[in-house]
T-cell receptor
Framework: AQKVTQAQTEISVVEKEDVTLDCVYETRDTTYYLFWYKQPPSGELVFLIRRNSFDEQNEISGRYSWNFQKSTSSFNFTITASQVVDSAVYFC????????????FGTGTSLTVIP | DVKVTQSSRYLVKRTGEKVFLECVQDMDHENMFWYRQDPGLGLRLIYFSYDVKMKEKGDIPEGYSVSREKKERFSLILESASTNQTSMYLCASQGGGFQDIQYFGAGTRLSVL
């Protein structure tokens, strides 16, 4: 069975602080993909990153970085020097061949950046 | 640019009404999905479709049905709306296999009174 856990329900930080959003996953598939999405107050989920299970390289995109560790089944997301515009709900998701095209989403982490 | 359009941002309906939520994508994607989002529960899959006239049940199909008569359009139907179907509904489309990105619409916030 596939499962994604985002243990942090809500996080508040002051602007310019760094913040890490945790994502832990479970799967028996050896090939799988992990995703992060951002849902701003407007409601639309916006794709941020996709990572396959064979690529453990960390990725950096501007103030965003992702740390994928198969040994701990984690795919954590860090925002450096947070800004008010980063306030949103962030979802981690997993897909794998054994479950067809279905994505398994975590319950989301609501991030509030205080000016 | 990828575009998934949901016909309504907000809807208010009465208990027992038949409700149609429409979703259109312009990317010629094979796969389309309907999710329901509730606080603390994340996104839960209601139904999905791999092709025209094809549909598969997701995790919470009870009380819902779907229709996909054309590739670009995927409709979610609440046959007889109930108050426990008050929620945010999100549509997504996806080009191919499990590795592909799902693109989402802006969502429809449905209130059933």
């Amino acid at each position: 069975a596939q499962k994604v856990t985002q243990a942090q329900t809500e996080i508040s930080v002051v602007e310019k602080e760094d913040v890490t959003l945790d994502c832990v996953y479970e799967t028996r598939d050896t090939t799988y993909y992990l995703f992060w999405y951002k849902q701003p107050p407007s409601g639309e989920l916006v794709f941020l990153i996709r990572r396959n299970s064979f690529d453990e390289q960390n990725e950096i995109s501007g103030r965003y970085s992702w740390n994928f560790q198969k040994s701990t089944s984690s795919f954590n997301f860090t925002i450096t020097a947070s800004q008010v515009v980063d306030s949103a709900v962030y979802f981690c998701a997993l897909s794998a061949p054994s479950t067809g095209n279905q994505f398994y989403f975590g319950t989301g982490t609501s991030l509030t950046v205080i000016p | 640019d990828v575009k998934v359009t949901q016909s309504s941002r907000y809807l208010v309906k009465r208990t027992g009404e038949k409700v149609f939520l429409e979703c259109v994508q312009d990317m010629d994607h094979e796969n389309m999905f309907w999710y329901r989002q509730d606080p603390g529960l994340g996104l839960r899959l209601i139904y999905f479709s791999y092709d025209v006239k094809m549909k598969e049940k997701g995790d919470i199909p009870e009380g819902y049905s779907v229709s996909r008569e054309k590739k670009e359009r995927f409709s979610l139907i609440l046959e007889s709306a109930s108050t426990n179907q008050t929620s945010m509904y999100l549509c997504a489309s996806q080009g191919g296999g499990f590795q592909d990105i799902q693109y989402f619409g802006a969502g429809t916030r449905l209130s059933v009174l």
